[in-house]
């Protein structure tokens, strides 16, 4: 519920403002959606735990998100930015996958 | 493996594990040492539960609002790049009429250049025999157009038939097929050939390039119209006489291509577009 709440206020309010994103981070957005994904993935599936924590829940969206676009963006300066992206990519998507079946898990029960 | 398994395992954030322990450590603390109760029951912002749930709320509002924003720069970038290609395809465009207009430019300077030219020859003697000799040169340096009698000789790819397993290429027609065509009609005694519209004299190149074909560096699109000016007599009979034409009745027995031959009572042949000349110098290597 709440999850829901947010989120249709954040795309409402992305579709609504269509903020203007610098050229310069243009490459690392979409690495960073990624990474907050799977942060909140994270933090839904510890409240269906009953473990969620805010603090923890703040601090590893926002570093999540930093580290996600910093490695990208460091991979850019060697030179292999497009593989690391990969990487940072399957590495996000396992936690993904997991965190969303242990929540089908605690809502479904199977 | 053990990278994966551990990637699996700590999916969930072993921090919430931790601070669930701590808190219920904490808890366990307060319930041996009772503090003032009371202040905790009332429901409020410092409540632990209201506010996981307006920060979790937050923070899935930003994430939607980086989806929403992501969302919206994929699809801005796709007109982009199609502006970019229409912006390119214009340009070609531009420069093709361009090439046009000066070709045409070109083809009357040259007229008005040898319409001065017959002028100013034309009042002496030894001037006429200047100009006939110019005339004679001309024709055979393909710097005129020319027209008169002749043959019209059209090649064309076969028609693919999906059933056969013959290559694509070998239903083609290929540079060398319409090169021995060529020297098949030189070879009648032609004394004016184009391809497709372009003038072939001894300088032109009929080159492959990938699957297109060029004349002179222009594209050529099948069926292929070669023109050829010669005796109305002897042309078409010597030209069917010729290593050039037997090259290509094999090829429509082998292949299928298509090979037509016609006597036209007056074909028209364009002049070159550009007549220069390349000479060999021998001072101080210099290549020209």
Known sequence: MIAAIGLLLGVGLGLLVQPEVPTWLQPYLPIAVVAALDATFGGLRALLDGIFDDRVFVVSFLSNVVIAALVVFLGD????????????????????????????????KA | MSLLTDLFRTAAEDEYRDAADRRAA??????TVPANGLAIATRSWRTPRVRAAVLLTVGIAVLGLLLATTAIQARRGQPAAAAERASLVERIETLRAQAADLQTELASAASALAAAQDDALVSTAEGEAISTELDRLALLSGASAVTGPGLVVTLDDAALDPDTDALVDDTRVQDIDLRQLLNGLWSAGAEAVSVAGTRVTARTSIRAAGDALFADLVPLQPPYEVRAIGDPETLGPRFLDSAGASWLEILVATYGIGFEVSSEATVDIPAVTAVDLTWASGDSGTDQ
Do not use: D
């Open chain 1, 77 to 108: 300066q060697l030179g292999v930015g497009g593989q690391l992206s990969t990487g940072v990519v399957v590495v996000l998507g396992i936690r993904i996958f997991a965190n969303v079946a242990a929540i089908r898990r605690h809502l479904l």
């Open chain 2, 26 to 31: 904490a808890a366990t603390v307060q319930t």
